[in-house]
């Protein structure tokens, strides 16, 4: 794990400070860069036990500067899904639809964690290993609550996703969260409601039920923080992994 005071360094994410008796790392060379210039300024012989990635580097950078995180792992779709997606939903205003930024296929909802978790989680996630695979969007459905609710787009084959929130369950589990209690249901949020909007609900299942894409390829996973505001979460990716 690095330490915290390396992200503070000035280091540019992906890169190794040059004193590398300072952060107790293996020993491998490689090129120093700038935060500021982003130009090589010179090569160092630097220790890291594994290969730290640009985008972890760059995550550990971000959490360093608060104290508390909202994190959850995710998998984003490609652009022309989000798109087919968008074009699904309506203008109707008994529903808040989400919009473009906001679309993900949420594998593990971490919650609120202090900065040494949310460093390990990090650093854990970058040694999982699994397989790219394909999903498609698969029809409509909804998570209802006595008064509030969830439209969202279902997946379709379950397995491969499922099997890939297994792992990061457990990795969630290493670095000292508590289990998922609740089933997973992959599905990506399309809209959220608050009262009693059952009518309106049933018309939108109705006219979307047949919701379907062409299959599109899974290449990584992202974990993200979420930020809460008065205009709703809006989500920062934080570092993405890349499937084998």
Not at 24 to 33: A, N
């Amino acid at each position: 794990m690095l330490p915290w005071y390396v992200l503070g360094s000035g280091i540019a994410p992906g890169t190794v400070p040059s004193s590398c008796a300072a952060t107790g790392l293996p020993r491998k060379r490689t090129q120093i860069v700038t935060a500021t210039r982003e130009r090589a300024i010179g090569t160092s012989v630097c220790t890291v036990g594994e290969r730290i990635t640009y985008a972890l580097f760059a995550a550990l950078a971000k959490l360093h500067l608060r104290t508390m995180h909202r994190l959850f792992v995710a998998i984003r779709p490609p652009q022309l899904i989000r798109d087919l997606l968008i074009d699904a939903m309506d203008d109707s205003p008994d529903f808040r639809w989400q919009d473009d930024e906001q679309l993900h296929l949420t594998l593990r909802f971490v919650g609120e964690v202090e900065r040494p978790i949310a460093n390990d989680l990090a650093d854990a996630l970058s040694r999982v290993r699994a397989n790219h695979f394909e999903l498609r969007i698969a029809g409509v459905g909804r998570f209802e609550q006595r008064s509030s609710g969830a439209l969202w787009a279902g997946v379709e084959p379950k397995t491969p996703v499922a099997a890939l929130a297994a792992k990061i369950e457990r990795v969630c589990q290493q670095v000292g969260l508590d289990p998922e209690r609740r089933t997973f249901h992959p599905h990506v949020t399309l809209a959220r409601w608050k009262g009693r909007r059952s009518r309106e609900v049933g018309d939108f299942i109705e006219r979307r039920g047949g919701l379907t894409s062409a299959p599109f390829e899974v290449e990584r996973f992202v974990l993200f923080e979420s930020r809460l505001s008065r205009h709703g979460a809006q989500y920062e990716e934080m570092a993405g992994f890349p499937l084998e």
